[in-house]
């Protein structure tokens, strides 16, 4: 399930996560939290949803479908963490995996800043997994992220907050490779790949995390299951399709056409 807010374009928030959880072979659910009206250039508006609805569609989903992993977006108000708190811990949901959605591309605000400490104080301690970008883990940790090293700080820091695993995504650091921290409260890795040059990043982050849900939902372990999603950000940031002015969407289908097409037998027929 993604609890998140909808995306208009279909690049991120819970268009993205449905269309991961789908590519993975995971049948996706949703309870939305808000409705945005975006697209590659910017969001142009957003639509809260009350807290008692977004409680209501996590009710329906749970009591009837179940769920095996459980993915946080956009979660926009205060009210909303609570209510998304509250659900989780009266269902017991262990597989948590937070994505603290706070600024869009173009700088919009999808958290209000009264939000912040909510999702710090609040939901970070049930957390099995958060995926912070670097502007992200700055604001969890009260801390600037200049180097691997104060990633791997930043890291150790939010696992204090409570989080039980951490993976900081290095999007957002200048170089020629994208390098990823994990870490699961004893080891740390580093995910490296080469950075594509490419203004096609819209919804990056809620594509690499409902991958992750989507692998631990499955049920790989931790680290195979952010290797896992790491293949599957990369190939849809390398396959992206240039849509709309601004920053365009990722390819959610590259990773299966990748592995269609690195498969040796395919509809019965050979590659060479
Ligand atoms: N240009 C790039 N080339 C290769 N990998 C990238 C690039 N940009 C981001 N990544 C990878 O994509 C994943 C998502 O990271 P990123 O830091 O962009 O998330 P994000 O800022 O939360 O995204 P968004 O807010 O747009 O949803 C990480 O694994 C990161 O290493
Ligand atoms: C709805 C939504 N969620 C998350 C993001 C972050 O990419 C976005 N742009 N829109």
Redesign the pocket.
């Known amino acids: 399930m993604t609890i998140a807010g909808s995306d208009s374009g279909g690049g991120?928030g819970i268009q993205a996560d449905l269309k991961t959880f789908q590519m993975l072979g995971v049948f996706g659910v949703s309870a939305l939290t808000a409705v945005t009206a975006q697209n590659t250039l910017g969001v142009q508006g957003i639509y809260n949803l009350p807290p008692d609805f977004v409680r209501q569609q996590i009710d329906s989903i749970v009591t009837d479908i179940g769920v095996d992993a459980v993915k946080t977006g956009m979660l926009s108000q205060p009210e909303i963490i609570e209510t998304v708190v509250m659900a989780v811990k009266h269902y017991r949901i262990e597989k948590l995996i937070v994505?603290p959605?706070m600024i869009?591309?173009g700088g919009a605000r999808l958290l209000a800043p009264n939000a912040e400490s909510a999702l710090r104080e609040q939901l970070l301690p049930i957390a099995y997994v958060v995926t912070p970008?670097?502007p992200?883990a700055e604001v969890l940790t009260g801390r600037r992220i200049l180097s691997i090293e104060e990633m791997r700080e930043a890291a150790k820091r939010i696992c204090d907050l409570g989080a039980q695993r951490v993976v900081i995504?290095?999007?957002?650091m200048p170089g020629p490779e994208?390098?990823?921290v994990i870490y699961d409260g004893i080891e740390f890795e580093e995910?490296h790949?080469?950075?594509?040059?490419?203004k096609n990043?819209?919804?990056?982050?809620?594509t690499?995390s409902s991958a992750l849900t989507a692998w631990l939902a499955r049920g790989q372990d931790f680290f195979a299951a952010v290797h896992s999603a790491?293949q599957f950000?990369?190939a849809a940031?390398a396959g992206a399709i240039p849509l709309g002015e601004g920053h365009g969407p990722t390819n959610h289908w590259a990773y299966m056409e990748q592995k269609i097409s690195d498969s040796a037998t395919f509809f019965g027929h050979v590659r060479p």
């Open positions: 991120a994505d959605v869009a591309k970008n670097i992200e995504k290095g999007g957002h994208s390098i990823d995910l790949s080469v950075r594509v040059e490419t990043t819209h919804g990056t982050g809620c690499f790491k950000i990369s940031i």
